[in-house]
């Protein structure tokens, strides 16, 4: 696998270390976040992606099959290991619970790295109910990565009518960071079938095999609990 450490590329500009950022509840972590992560990270010629292992989601309020923090953040370490992946519970250190807070914070406490933010055509379709989504939009530049299924939604939704205007050529993703934000290229890899929700419908009781670990997150080395 290729990356921004493995060659010279616009992801190395001012020595700055590139980031990709892929939030989400990892409820639990699966193959697909694995596989379309590195493909992000090749894609865009990354040094590393973080994935945010989100304390709460707020279009998720209410779930009942949410397992508690420390075990899903278990569960995405462990899907990560041997990877350029960091799974990182930042989000309950920084105090945030919407993205717009989240990626303005992690900005100002990074100066030396360059983010730009990864989400499923999926999450694109409902975008617009995002708090501030414009306001995430002008702060780093985003990749969506088509997923089987919302091609024809991606195209027509709300948000993407106001975000049209900003897509860059696939073909140019690498020179992401010389992008003005808003910018936002969409990628398009082979898809992988699998689901945080068929993997809880197959093994409802899926978090036992993270009970009682020991964490320490990786990006705040805070110990989880």
């Known amino acids: ?23 989400g509840s990892f409820n639990p972590a699966h193959r697909a976040h694995r596989k379309v992560t590195l493909a992000a990270i090749e894609a865009l010629g990354l040094d590393e992606a973080w ?3 989100s304390p709460g989601n707020p279009l998720k309020d209410g ?11 278990a569960s995405a370490q462990a899907m990560a290991r041997r990877a350029p992946i960091r799974a990182t519970a930042i989000e309950r250190q920084l105090g945030t619970r919407y993205t717009a807070e989240t990626l303005e914070k992690l900005v100002r406490r990074y100066p030396d790295r360059r ?21 995430i939009a002008r702060t780093v530049p985003i ?8 091609d024809a939604a991606t195209h027509a939704t ?3 009518g106001w975000l049209r205007r ?3 050529p696939a073909g140019q993703a690498r020179n992401w960071t010389t992008w003005r934000p808003p910018a936002l290229v969409l ?20 978090f036992h095999a993270f009970h009682n670990h020991a964490l320490r997150d990786p990006v705040t080395r805070r110990r989880i609990v």
């Open 1 to 23: 696998m290729g990356g921004a450490r493995h060659g010279t590329g616009p992801a190395l500009s001012r020595g700055r270390t590139t980031t990709g950022l892929l939030g």
């Open 51 to 53: 994935w945010l292992v």
């Open 63 to 73: 779930a009942t099959d949410m397992a508690p923090l420390a075990t899903r953040l």
């Open 115 to 135: 983010f730009i933010w990864l989400m499923g055509s999926d999450n694109l379709v409902q975008f617009h109910r995002w708090r501030d989504w414009r306001r």
């Open 143 to 150: 990749a969506v990565i088509a997923r089987p299924g919302y």
């Open 158 to 160: 709300r948000a993407m």
């Open 166 to 168: 900003f897509v860059r």
């Open 187 to 206: 990628l398009r890899f082979r898809p992988d079938p699998g689901s945080a929700t068929r993997l809880r419908a197959a093994n409802p009781r899926w």
